[in-house]
């Protein structure tokens, strides 16, 4: 079974400061199938990264993504009041697709 | 404006069926692979379900597979999700969501706002 495992479970910053949240997959994956997601309190999620690394239309390039083979993060440089959020990886490489469980940035 | 919106859900018993749909639009439908993807309140994401674009492929979570079935009519530009022999587990918000390109594996660019459904006797 394919697992993604993000950490930390929550990371407690304040604005201006810089956040690294980490994805761990259980097996090495091509870096084209990873993407990365943020979710709001009562909205849908929405799309940040595709392909490890590209932002999404409309992402500002505070936002940055890297990684390769089981090690993949997501990067925001200056934590901006609305970047507070639960920030999920994805893997679509093969069936079932996989969600990380999920990092919660929250205000310090 | 890529919009997709979800049918009301419902309070079902377990053992009992509910049809979901989504409403897509502000898009060519039928040149996008769709997906459902569900949450329960407070916890993470869990993909259910994708269909490629003229629906010659599924694929299902083992968590619902045989007793949820993803389909599309691209006539109507909606999306279903039949929902048969449900339990409590299956409690959960879903989201309707499209993914990108023309099958159903991939990433997801856009979402609906998610339907709640709940399994309670």
């Known amino acids: 079974e394919f697992v993604l495992t993000q950490s930390p479970g929550t990371l407690s910053l304040s604005p201006g400061e810089r956040a690294a949240l980490s994805c761990r997959a259980s097996?090495?994956?091509?870096?084209?199938?990873l993407a990365w997601y943020q979710q709001k309190p009562g909205q849908a999620p929405r799309l940040l990264i595709y392909?490890?690394?590209t932002r999404a239309t409309g992402i500002p390039d505070r936002f940055s993504g890297s990684g390769s083979g089981t090690d993949f993060t997501l990067t925001i440089t200056r934590l901006e009041p609305e970047d507070f959020a639960v920030y999920y990886c994805q893997h679509f490489g093969r069936s079932p697709i996989a969600f990380g469980g999920g990092t919660t940035v929250e205000i310090k | 404006e890529v919009q997709l919106v979800e049918s009301e859900g419902g309070v079902v018993r377990p053992g009992g069926s509910l049809r979901l749909s989504c409403a897509a639009s502000?898009?060519?439908?039928?040149?996008?692979?769709m997906t459902w993807v569900r949450q329960v309140p407070g916890k993470g994401l869990e993909w259910v379900c994708g269909i490629s674009w003229n629906g010659g492929s599924e694929g299902y979570a083992d968590s619902v597979k045989g007793r949820f079935t993803i389909s599309r009519d691209n006539a109507k530009n909606s999306l279903y999700l039949q929902m048969n022999s449900l339990r409590a587990e299956d409690t959960a918000l879903y989201y309707c969501a499209r993914v990108r390109g023309s099958g159903w594996s991939n990433y997801f660019d856009t979402w609906g706002r998610g339907t709640l459904v709940t399994v309670s006797s």
């Open positions: 502000g898009f060519t439908f039928d040149h996008n692979g």
């Open positions: 097996q090495s994956m091509s870096r084209s199938h």
């Open positions: 392909g490890a690394s």
